[in-house]
């Protein structure tokens, strides 16, 4: 047999043992990972422990905008919002008090060994006070992704039957009706804090849970993995014996917590004096924010899945990430090309680690270095890790001979206890060993086939099952399909994973729906996106009239048509008409591995998610030349489109302030105008949730081009828009909306239309206040300000805060400063295209404070935030009563001015303002 077994000694501390990682010592004195976490705390009290970092650069360009425009309009949402811009961290004596304080709180609560709690937090300061805190309860914790949908979070709630559920305010709307106490780590804290910063005494013990993760389920639900602390502390410990963490070390946190990986993201560090670094909540799907992160940051270690490492190492500036020195690669299989590239592009040796394991193993169980010029095809999964077993096992139970192929099974510590209140499936995959006296020992059925190789590393064949890996997220193709029979109008359904061309592996769904109901594919994805996680909804869905039998009566998987030729049959097929076009297929062709592509597809139909719409973009700028952000897909998601974009580009073709976000549908459209920012990208979380046939369109700001002097009179704007407007929809009646100052300009837009006889059949003000008495001259920015601001971007980054200083300290006012700062943060070193918003921004700032609202012919629709972020009052008609003569109708909408436009909440908004554009046509129609 060529399994390894290596074992802990029964030293206390990892540090001193970080040499023993081949004896082969018994452990018997593992601790819990809190208790390790304090010992740290011991060592390191004034240390870094936790960093979160608050500001994303893709994200600036669309949720700040949004923000900003709250900052200087509206002065019910200054203050919390905009400090959490700054990065926050925490020392260890801090991280360790202010959980303590809560698991004193949670012990009150009757938190104690083997209590579940949930935990529903984006990556923040609060998610890591959160988990040590259920940790020194003495509790175990479940993940809850706030992302996930309503569905899931229920079903997990329920399976958990967790008592107490800790979040924020922000999710509340979010989350299902719970039976158990909700805590919210922002609005309770000030109970929490009257608790005592002192370590609780200790009543867990290693064979206690850590926490309860869900993964995909075949049977059509997902199922709870029960991990206790001592596979956790033996991960740690392998991990801290083979790649000794220092004090230097900054280990960058990208992983949803709802995945075991981020386990050791967390607690590596954490345990052993480094410092945890946590990316923005959405920073982990874009390549250039990592990037960017690892550099300025000196990020030394990070996890990755192979295709999130393919798509780092296109990026620009990759070269430059010289700081790290342990990345763990692991998930699905890790081609060898991928590792090459990784040493051509970055030229680091010892560094990339292909890293093999289920959850059901307490994350790795298996290791290889990954090293330049082997002969493998996909990357070795290696060996076993400390106080792990292998083996390889053919259908008899028996160990195969080196080369044969067999069913991997894990032995060791860091087995699961099994899977939550399903003892069935426990007893079916944790078998008794086969090979070990100890009583009660066990070993895990992966399910994964593997084989010997002679140089006595394990290779990986794939899977015996259903099971497989997308972009590094598990998915049991039985639970989509489960949930896809659950539709009405579907007859059978067969969902599978297709790799019509290498390195894009993508789900598709093959439906048989009733006759006289097919849906739509976009009702399907609807239907799913309620229930599932997005990486588990499939990129296209195959209407068929039958699914194709082979003869035993089995479905013939090989018979299933591939969705292009299916999305032929849909679309126009249209061929390139220019040189241009054709470019950009070829690169869609490459991105998206299919052959033959109209003009007029949609990448996402396509199968396109957003690694590759990465990817595409970074191509362009390679093949082309041309840089576009992320966002173009927005607005261009055909080649024909981006076509468009790239020769407007060239040409500085005449600027639009019209931006279609969504044309389909037969409804009257509905016209956004853009906030302070000028943008309107904000609005697509808000369009996403509306009737997939409501055509809507955003009006940005003229100047966000860098071509056209930015306007500063809101007169003039909505007179501008009106004339845009007009291309699309010649006469009334009109559908305006705005949110924050956009819905100034959308007033004075309904205002002019009605002075031109036209009618306004709907006109929203989304959290729009009737005034802007919150600019105060004191709080009002100066252009001069503006100026320095500019004047900053152009200085080197070492010259700009001596700069700042000399001119901020002295001329300007408390106040201002911090505005100021504000700002400084946000835009510094940014590129010119930031610049060009930021004069947007003071323009429309200007034109806000100039502009006076006279009364309103027609009727208004107001949708306010309910939370006033710095506790002043709201007024519900948000000041527009006495300017409404045609009288006024106003939503309470969950949420803050800054984070009811977005998810989760933004749901809501769009929810209402479904049903009110539906009574105002409905109004339309009683009235002719
Ligand atoms: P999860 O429980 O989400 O960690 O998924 C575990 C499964 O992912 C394993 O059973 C394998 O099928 C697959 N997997 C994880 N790591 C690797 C790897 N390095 N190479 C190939 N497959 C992997």
Known sequence: MNNKVNTLSNTETFISLQECYTTEVINTSSMCIHELFEQQVESSPDEIAVVFLDVHSEGTQVGAFSDLSGLVLASHSRSISDKRKVNQQLTYRELNQQANQLAHYLRSLGVGPEVLVGICLERSLQMAIAILAVLKAGGAYVPLDPSYPLERLAFILEDTQAPILLTQEKFLPSLPNLSGKVICLDSDWQVIAQNSQENPINKTS??????????????????????????????LYWRQTSFKLTTADKVLQTISFSFDPSVWQIFWPLCFGAQLVMAHPEGHRDSAYLVKVICEQ??????????????????????????????????????????????????????????????????????????????YLVAPIGCPITNTEIYILNEDLQPVAIGEPGELYIGGVGLARGYLKRPQLTAEKFIPHLFSQEPGARLYKTGDLVSYLPDSNIEFLGRIDQQLKIRGFRIELGEIEATLNQHPALKQTLVMAREDVPGNKRLVAYVVAHPEQVPSQSQLHRFLQDKLPEYMIPATFVFLDALPLNPNGKVDRRSLPAPESFIQKLTEFIVPSNSLELQLAQIWQQVLGIQSLGVKDHFFDLGG?????????????????????????????????????????????????????????????????????????????????????????????????????????????????LQEIRQIQSHGPYFLAGFSFGGMVAFEMAQQLYAQGEEVAFLALLDTPSSLSGNTPANQLEKSQFFHLFKLLSLKPKDQLAYLWNRINWHFTVGKVSIFYQLYLRYIKRSPLDLQMLAVTWANHQAGTLYLPLIYPGKLTVFRASKSEIGLEIKPDLGWSHLASGGLESYEMPGSHA???HEPNVKFLAEKLTICLQQARARLLNFF
């Not at 309860?212 to 059509?220: E, H, Q, R």
């Not at 990755?304 to 620009?316: A, D, I, T, Y």
């Not at 595409?616 to 992320?630: A, H, V």
């Open 298 to 375: 000196q990020i030394t270690v990070m996890a990755l899945v192979p295709s999130m490492l393919q798509v780092l190492l296109e990026e620009k500036g990759i070269e430059n990430c010289q700081c790290l020195r342990h990345i763990t690669c692991g998930g699905e299989a890790l081609p060898v090309e991928l590792i090459e590239r990784f040493f051509e592009r970055l030229c680091l040796d010892n560094v990339l680690f292909n890293c093999y394991g289920p959850t059901e193993a307490s994350i790795d169980a298996s290791f290889w270095k990954c090293q330049r010029g082997t002969n």
């Open 609 to 721: 998610n957003s690694l590759l719409a990465m990817r595409l973009l970074i191509e362009i700028n390679r093949k082309l030349g041309k840089s576009l952000p992320l966002s173009t897909f927005l607005m261009a998601q055909t080649i024909e489109q981006l076509a468009n974009v790239l020769t407007d580009q060239e040409k500085s073709v005449p600027f639009s302030s019209l931006v279609p976000i969504q044309t389909a549908g037969t409804k009257p459209p509905l016209f956004l105008v853009h906030a302070m920012g000028g943008n309107v990208l904000f609005y697509r979380d808000l369009v996403k949730y509306l009737e997939p046939d409501q055509p809507v369109y955003g009006l940005q700001a003229q100047g966000l081009d860098g071509q056209q002097t930015p306007c500063t009179s809101i007169v003039e704007m909505a007179s501008r828009y």
């Open 206 to 235: 290693p064979d206690n849970l850590i926490y309860v993760i869900y993964t995909s389920g075949s049977t059509g639900q997902p199922k709870g993995v029960m991990i206790p602390h001592k596979g956790i502390y033996n991960q």
């Open 899 to 901: 984070t009811m436009i």
